[in-house]
């Protein structure tokens, strides 16, 4: 899978946009100056490059190594600093409560990963600290504005809810959502968006 990921974040162009997704954009009030972000599953940094913008401190994972690099070259023309880390997030481990917050936007695994990846997620921050994540639903796929194309790959908002008890939610939507992210996101779509505090 993480070949797939190279090749397309190989081109110059940013295929997912240069701003950040308007969920993270939105919400990233609940994130104090200074604190320490990790975003999962980062791509081209688009998000990264956004809250280290916002005055945060900013680590960024990916499997693709082109994304990473992209990240690096957009952090730099946007006058940022953000550190990046190669990351198989299904299989390599994560720091143990380092971070105020983390943040995952399309992070899309198969069913069977989807609950590692969530609870390293968790397991990246901090008590009292924040993990916010939009993903598509598998709805999406009626709808072919991007992501995915096999449910396989998409979330069930009751797994979600499973996954969330025990914490205190402070947001939960599932529904239609306008993305306009690249040429890969484009149009109405159908999501799940989590915010939680550990």
Request: charged share 25%; aromatic share 10%.
């Amino acid at each position: 899978m993480g070949n797939t990921w190279n090749e397309r974040f190989g081109s110059e162009q940013y295929v997912y946009g240069e701003e950040p997704n308007l969920f993270i954009k939105n919400q990233a009030h609940r994130l104090e100056k200074g604190r320490k972000v990790v975003c999962f599953a980062e791509g081209e940094g688009r998000n990264a490059v956004y809250l280290a913008k916002q005055g945060l401190d900013v680590t960024a994972y990916d499997y693709a190594q082109n994304g990473l690099k992209k990240t690096e070259a957009l952090s730099e023309s946007n006058g940022v600093k953000i550190e990046t880390e190669q990351k198989d997030l299904i299989h390599d481990s994560v720091p143990d409560a380092e971070f105020d917050a983390a943040i995952m936007v399309f992070g899309h695994f198969a069913k069977h990963d989807q609950k590692t990846v969530f609870d390293k997620l968790v397991h990246a921050v901090k008590p009292g600290g924040i993990v916010m994540l939009e993903v598509y639903s598998e709805d999406q796929v009626q709808y072919g504005t991007g992501g995915p194309k096999t449910v396989d790959m998409l979330y069930n908002p009751a797994d979600l809810l499973q996954w969330l008890k025990g914490f205190k939610v402070l947001h939960f939507f599932y529904g239609e959502q306008e993305r306009i992210e690249g040429q890969l996101h484009t149009g109405t779509g159908h999501v799940i968006q989590v915010i939680l505090e550990k």
